[in-house]
């Protein structure tokens, strides 16, 4: 039995869509969402017969190109044009779960109703979606600003037998694809080309990913970074309630509490210490993981909104007879929360390169590069440098985007977002956060068995050894590119319910 997830005018969060991907639903409209559409559609036909008035982008050009009225036998061929030319995407191919990101979010915007597109366009859409079917998409071409207007071109182009995408591990033409399928090519009517185009699903399906990864490397940070302090013989002290209730930042707070929990029970954790102070990487996790936690926050929350939101032009108001031209797809919320989410994910990989760093540096009673045999043996040496290189590269793609801005359009699109420039940079700086984060895993592990007999908690006892049954301890030197792969798919994938 098929289960689906019906598209409705209910608010969407991004947790419930990670729900619908992970389970595979299969989306279809409800009923209110289907009248929406349709009444929609034929309010602005009728909007079109009975007025003289020009309506931009339906019977007009675009861009500085609005003020060429369009004859009423061309306004089909001016929004298969419109499509057509758009599609000048670049670079590197996106993700297909991406696109199907970009899928979802375009059918729960045409949904609400305010874009004037025939039910047989967005049921098509459905179709792609349904069929798991990824359009070819590019990375580069989008301004962020009159919508992801090349991204999404390339999403649509299927849909007038044109274009590429995969199917089933094939990639295949639009054309075959709707002859596989026995689909009739979609012949676009008046604003539909430009309902596909303007909209910002492009920067949002790149944003609902990188916020929903976002706070899975959070969590991962704080158990690796509470392994790497256990390992180090750090002190408690600085988790605990009475300091950081003074300082009450809700990312701190929540940070020094859910790491003195992990290390209860740790023998490591109880002994006396000769040292009266940590490093920073160690001592101040709560401070620098609870800010970066409080700005994932806030990008959830400009995320939450973008993707309850109609965000193509112009808007059709059947209620209030208004078609409004404006300026919904533009990218400058999400432009600005994605540069900040790259910021506060880069410090989560930052800090946790730095506590390698210490891990490997002698200190503590710990074996020069963790190695069991020094000399003979370099041991972790160089995992380090290849984290150092990611953090400096990290730096670089957080360079933000959202201040920039070239004229386009002959000066009608005078300021532009690059929203989507900071949509693939984030995307980026979540992988190497990943990679960061399973660098120190592996020097962490290695660390506490040093250690041993004196043990880490019993929580982080169980994440020990769930990750030793796929990389072991290392005697000797070996090749460590396959195990630091290992590492970064093992926190990626393993499941992480015994910390909730």
Same mark, same amino acid.
């Given at each position: 039995?098929?289960?689906?997830?019906?598209?409705?005018?209910?608010?969407?969060?991004? *947790?419930?869509?990670?729900?619908?991907?992970?389970?595979?639903?299969?989306?279809?409209?409800?009923?209110?969402?289907?009248?929406?559409?349709?009444?929609?559609?034929?309010?602005?036909?009728?909007?079109?017969?009975?007025?003289?008035?020009?309506?931009?982008?339906?019977?007009?050009?675009?861009?500085?190109?609005?003020?060429?009225?369009?004859?009423?036998?061309?306004?089909?061929?001016?929004?298969?044009?419109?499509?057509?030319?758009? !599609?000048?995407?670049?670079?590197?191919?996106?993700?297909?779960?991406?696109?199907?990101?970009?899928?979802?979010?375009?059918?729960?915007?045409?949904?609400?109703?305010?874009?004037?597109?025939?039910?047989?366009?967005?049921?098509?859409?459905?179709?792609?979606?349904?069929?798991?079917?990824?359009?070819?998409?590019?990375?580069?071409?989008?301004?962020?600003?009159?919508?992801?207007?090349?991204?999404?071109?390339?999403?649509?182009?299927?849909?007038?037998?044109?274009?590429?995408?995969?199917?089933?591990?094939?990639?295949?033409?639009?054309?075959?694809?709707?002859?596989?399928?026995?689909?009739?090519?979609?012949?676009?009517?008046?604003?539909?080309?430009?309902?596909?185009?303007?909209?910002?699903?492009?920067?949002?399906?790149?944003?609902?990913?990188?916020?929903?990864?976002?706070?899975?490397?959070?969590?991962?940070?704080?158990?690796?970074?509470?392994?790497?302090? *256990?390992?180090?013989?750090?002190?408690?002290?600085?988790?605990?309630?009475?300091?950081?209730?003074?300082?009450?930042?809700?990312?701190?707070?929540?940070?020094?509490?859910?790491?003195?929990?992990?290390?209860?029970?740790?023998?490591?954790?109880?002994?006396?210490?000769?040292?009266?102070?940590?490093?920073?990487?160690?001592?101040?996790?709560?401070?620098?993981?609870? !800010?970066?936690?409080?700005?994932?926050?806030?990008?959830?929350?400009?995320?939450?909104?973008?993707?309850?939101?109609?965000?193509?032009?112009?808007?059709?108001?059947?209620?209030? *007879?208004?078609?409004?031209?404006?300026?919904?797809?533009?990218?400058?919320?999400?432009?600005? !929360?994605? *540069?900040?989410? !790259?910021?506060?994910?880069?410090?989560?990989?930052?800090?946790?390169?730095?506590?390698?760093?210490?891990?490997?540096?002698?200190?503590?009673?710990?074996?020069?590069?963790?190695?069991?045999?020094?000399?003979?043996?370099?041991?972790?040496?160089?995992?380090?440098?290849?984290?150092?290189?990611?953090?400096?590269?990290?730096?670089?793609?957080?360079?933000?985007?959202?201040?920039?801005?070239?004229?386009?359009?002959?000066?009608?699109?005078?300021?532009?977002?690059?929203?989507?420039?900071?949509?693939?940079?984030?995307?980026?700086?979540?992988?190497?956060?990943?990679?960061?984060?399973?660098?120190?895993?592996?020097?962490?592990?290695?660390?506490?068995?040093?250690?041993?007999?004196?043990?880490?908690?019993?929580?982080?006892?169980?994440?020990?050894?769930?990750?030793?049954?796929?990389?072991?301890?290392?005697?000797?030197?070996?090749?460590?590119?396959?195990?630091?792969?290992?590492?970064?798919?093992?926190?990626?994938?393993?499941?992480?319910?015994?910390?909730?």
């Amino acid at each position: 039995m098929v289960d689906y997830h019906e598209i409705s005018s209910e608010e969407i969060s991004i *947790d419930q869509i990670n729900q619908i991907f992970t389970s595979k639903k299969q989306l279809k409209l409800s009923k209110g969402a289907t009248e929406r559409i349709q009444h929609c559609k034929s309010y602005l036909e009728k909007k079109i017969k009975s007025s003289d008035r020009p309506i931009y982008g339906v019977n007009t050009g675009f861009g500085s190109l609005h003020n060429h009225s369009i004859k009423s036998e061309n306004l089909g061929q001016l929004q298969k044009n419109l499509v057509m030319s758009h !599609a000048c995407g670049t670079g590197r191919e996106v993700d297909d779960l991406i696109v199907r990101l970009m899928l979802f979010l375009k059918i729960q915007s045409l949904a609400y109703g305010n874009s004037g597109v025939q039910l047989a366009l967005v049921e098509r859409l459905i179709d792609l979606y349904n069929n798991n079917i990824t359009p070819i998409i590019y990375e580069q071409g989008s301004l962020g600003a009159s919508g992801d207007l090349a991204p999404l071109a390339h999403l649509c182009l299927p849909l007038l037998g044109e274009g590429e995408l995969n199917l089933e591990g094939k990639r295949i033409s639009g054309l075959e694809m709707n002859q596989i399928f026995g689909w009739d090519l979609i012949d676009l009517q008046a604003k539909e080309g430009l309902a596909l185009l303007n909209g910002t699903q492009f920067m949002s399906a790149h944003g609902v990913y990188c916020v929903f990864e976002a706070k899975r490397l959070c969590l991962l940070a704080d158990i690796i970074g509470a392994m790497s302090l *256990d390992a180090f013989d750090g002190r408690i002290e600085p988790f605990q309630s009475l300091i950081n209730d003074i300082r009450p930042h809700e990312g701190q707070r929540k940070t020094a509490r859910f790491i003195e929990n992990l290390l209860k029970g740790s023998q490591l954790i109880e002994r006396t210490k000769e040292h009266v102070q940590d490093p920073y990487s160690f001592r101040c996790i709560p401070q620098v993981h609870g !800010a970066s936690k409080d700005a994932i926050k806030y990008a959830e929350q400009v995320f939450h909104t973008e993707i309850n939101s109609v965000t193509d032009n112009p808007n059709v108001f059947p209620k209030e *007879d208004q078609v409004i031209s404006g300026g919904n797809f533009h990218g400058q919320p999400l432009a600005l !929360a994605l *540069d900040f989410l !790259a910021i506060a994910l880069s410090e989560l990989g930052s800090i946790s390169e730095r506590r390698t760093f210490q891990l490997i540096s002698g200190a503590r009673q710990l074996p020069h590069y963790l190695a069991a045999n020094p000399g003979l043996n370099s041991g972790f040496m160089i995992p380090q440098y290849t984290a150092a290189s990611i953090v400096s590269q990290n730096k670089q793609l957080c360079t933000p985007a959202c201040v920039d801005t070239i004229v386009s359009s002959n000066g009608q699109e005078d300021h532009v977002s690059m929203g989507a420039n900071a949509a693939t940079k984030t995307y980026k700086v979540v992988d190497n956060v990943y990679t960061l984060l399973a660098i120190e895993l592996l020097n962490s592990a290695q660390a506490l068995e040093f250690r041993k007999p004196t043990k880490t908690s019993p929580v982080l006892s169980e994440f020990l050894d769930k990750f030793r049954e796929i990389v072991p301890f290392i005697e000797q030197d070996k090749v460590l590119h396959e195990d630091i792969l290992k590492a970064k798919t093992f926190i990626q994938e393993v499941d992480l319910s015994i910390f909730e």
